[in-house]
């Protein structure tokens, strides 16, 4: 019975909203688009055109007279009005550098580096906060902003924050400020205190991040890659055989020459190692082997640099020696005769590391950035990543502003030490994302199919209401289990030209997002939702 009542209110709320009749809203015109053809499938061939093309123009099914929403608006925060940019900018802080600055703590928000964050600051200590950032000698114009969360009754802070810089701000005539901040770099809270005027400060430690490579020095060292080498001849003739060896030798030599005496030694002991192991097993038939080779005067050169049976005098030598230094001398002879009748070029087919290929491959941030954009651009789109793929540093952080995922992962994510690292786990979480759930109980509200970017910086994006609160939000076409509740309001939209409406969990009440709804009807999309991402759950599956 109770949701029965739940859906027939839900019925009502949306015919009221259709039945509203807003003013007209002036948007970007697209032209040169196609008449449609049926008007009953127009609305649901406009939303799909919508998603495949990330927001860019339409080629098919959208009216000449209609409009589509231009994310470009989403993105500069027009509902905060005119602001003006500030003078005084940070440099980029060195890693290790310590701050003095004030602090602000927002539930539900994680500020990443090249990140947006609009605020509304009305309360007096926080308006004072703003005016010591602006006219700090230090650090100008720069505040450091840290996540603050629940757990039960009490309120806790992470200890992983960003500096956001001042870029933008405007004092309105009762006093408060409408700022835009951009995240700057990431730094480790040290302690933090309350200024004689009322607002947080604290003493920041700026995070010394790691430079990419295709190779993480701290894991594996410098060495060089198997590409480096030339590949062997197949060559049938003797000048091309005698050719290719002196290539592979010339390649050899190339390859040790760029190693360090340590990494040389290394490199010796290990293929010395290899070759006892193989030849171990067949001791008899290598000695042998070994001896034939001697008898015959083949590789006398060999043998005088192994310093074994290079002569009778040697011979009478060996008598006299123990036991251990005749098998010495005979495992530098297996050594010797193995060197000789195995073709390296097997050896020179394997990976010249201490891993196989793959394994670097797992913990190269260049290979790992194209791999992540490749699946951003499958599973999301938009922005397009191919301007930083080539820095997987930017876009580490890019993707980790943006993802669509709860909370507590993107501050997971702002913690990791490592370009490779949170590359690695920026892929497992697009892999892996299907539904979006209730963090409260659960229920699945969207799917990733569902998803619908209107805003140019991506499918999540941080916005501030009237009073000060920021809300970061994903945007779906569609939702599941989600009622709509009270009227629409067309003030402070975040999205020009469309109105917002409360929405909750149908199933626990709780306050998931909005309902945005166009103040036009020839505004396309005709609507779409926002669901906080402070309400999300963690599993994605």
Not at 425 to 432: F, M
Not at 440 to 451: E, G, K, L, P
Not at 473 to 486: E, L
Request: charged share 25%; net charge negative; aromatic share 10%.
């Amino acid at each position: 019975m109770d949701e029965e009542r739940i859906l027939e209110r839900e019925r009502l709320q949306m015919e009221q909203i259709r039945e509203l009749d807003f003013e007209e809203l002036q948007v970007e015109e697209v032209d040169d688009f196609r008449d449609s053809e049926e008007d009953d499938d127009e609305d649901d061939d406009d939303l799909a055109a919508f998603r495949a093309n990330s927001n860019t123009r339409l080629s098919d099914n959208i009216g000449a007279d209609e409009h589509i929403f231009n994310p470009d608006v989403a993105s500069l925060h027009t509902y905060l009005g005119e602001v003006e940019d500030t003078q005084n900018r940070t440099a980029f802080l060195d890693g290790g550098t310590v701050l003095k600055i004030p602090l602000f703590y927002l539930e539900g928000v994680v500020l990443f580096p090249e990140s947006t964050l609009p605020l509304r600051i009305i309360q007096s200590s926080f308006l004072a906060a703003i005016e010591r950032a602006l006219s700090q000698p230090n650090a100008p114009s720069t505040i450091g902003v840290i996540r603050v969360y629940r757990e039960g009754n009490q309120f806790k802070y992470a200890t992983v924050g960003t500096t956001a810089e001042i870029r933008q701000y405007r004092r309105l005539s009762d006093g408060s400020f409408n700022v835009i901040t951009r995240g700057q770099q990431r730094f480790l809270l040290k302690r933090r205190w309350t200024d004689v005027e009322g607002f947080p400060c604290g003493e920041v430690h700026i995070v010394e991040e790691d430079v990419p490579l295709r190779t993480p020095r701290d894991a594996f060292g410098k060495l060089v890659p198997i590409s480096n080498l030339r590949p062997p001849s197949h060559s049938s003739t003797m000048a091309f055989r005698d050719t290719d060896e002196m290539s592979v030798a010339n390649s050899e030599e190339s390859f040790e020459s760029a190693l360090s005496p340590s990494e040389k030694r290394l490199h010796y002991s290990a293929v010395d190692s290899i070759m006892d192991d193989w030849t171990s097993s067949d001791d008899d038939e290598v000695v042998s082997t070994s001896n034939n080779i001697l008898s015959s005067g083949s590789n006398p050169i060999s043998s005088r640099s192994i310093g074994c049976l290079a002569s009778p005098q040697d011979d009478e030598r060996e008598d006299g020696q123990s036991a251990d230094g005749k098998t010495q001398c005979q495992k530098q002879n297996r050594l010797t005769s193995f060197r000789k009748n195995t073709d390296l070029n097997r050896f020179r087919m394997a990976p010249r590391a201490f891993w196989p290929f793959w394994v670097y491959r797992m913990y190269d941030s260049y290979h790992l950035a194209q791999r992540a954009a490749d699946l951003w651009k499958q599973i999301v789109g938009v922005p397009n990543m191919e301007a930083i793929v080539n820095k997987p540093d930017i876009l580490s952080f890019f993707i980790a502003s943006k993802i669509p995922v709860s909370e507590s992962i993107r501050q997971e994510l702002l913690e990791i030490d490592g370009v490779s690292y949170r590359l690695q786990r920026e892929i497992e979480l697009l892999e892996s994302f299907d539904r979006v759930r209730c963090k409260h109980c659960q229920s699945v509200i969207a799917r990733r199919s569902d998803m619908l970017v209107m805003s140019s910086d991506g499918p999540l994006g941080a916005y501030v209401n009237p009073h000060g609160y920021v809300h970061e939000i994903m945007t779906f076409y569609k939702t599941n289990d989600i009622a709509v509740s009270g009227r629409s309001v067309k003030e402070d939209s975040w999205f020009p030209g469309y109105a917002w409406t409360i929405a909750n969990c149908s199933t626990c009440e709780t306050q998931l997002g909005w309902l945005f709804t166009a103040t036009s009807k020839k505004l396309k999309p005709w609507s779409f939702w926002a669901v906080r991402s402070s309400q999300v759950a963690d599993d994605m599956r």
